[in-house]
């Protein structure tokens, strides 16, 4: 059976809403929006800074994901031909490893 959850949206929360999350609910929710595919400074800018800068285990899981995508000959046809989607998610890896 595949997965069906609907990807999470930057503006599915209201202000309200996310003041109420606690610490670790609200990194949960922003590590799902970047693995979405969001950017990192959207969501940097739609929740704030204080918890978001990745740490340890996210920098290894995301330098894993570069080399991964690296390897992967189409992706980086992709990247290189300039498709959007394929950039945004490199800049999302190269920001969460150089946190």
């Known amino acids: 059976m595949t997965n069906t959850t609907p ?3 930057l503006g599915s929360y209201s202000d309200a809403q996310i003041n109420a999350l606690t610490p670790a609910q609200k990194t949960e929710y922003k590590r799902s ?11 940097e800018a739609r929740f ?5 800068t990745p740490q340890g285990k996210e920098k290894a899981e995301a330098q894993s994901e570069k080399t991964a995508l690296m390897k992967d000959k189409g992706w980086v046809r992709k990247y290189m031909d300039g498709d959007v989607e394929a950039r945004r998610k490199m800049a ?3 920001r969460v490893i150089s946190a």
């Open 33 to 43: 929006l970047l693995a979405a595919g969001h950017s990192y400074d959207a969501v």
């Open 48 to 52: 704030g800074r204080s918890d978001t």
């Open 92 to 94: 999302t890896l190269d």
């Open 7 to 9: 990807a999470p949206q």
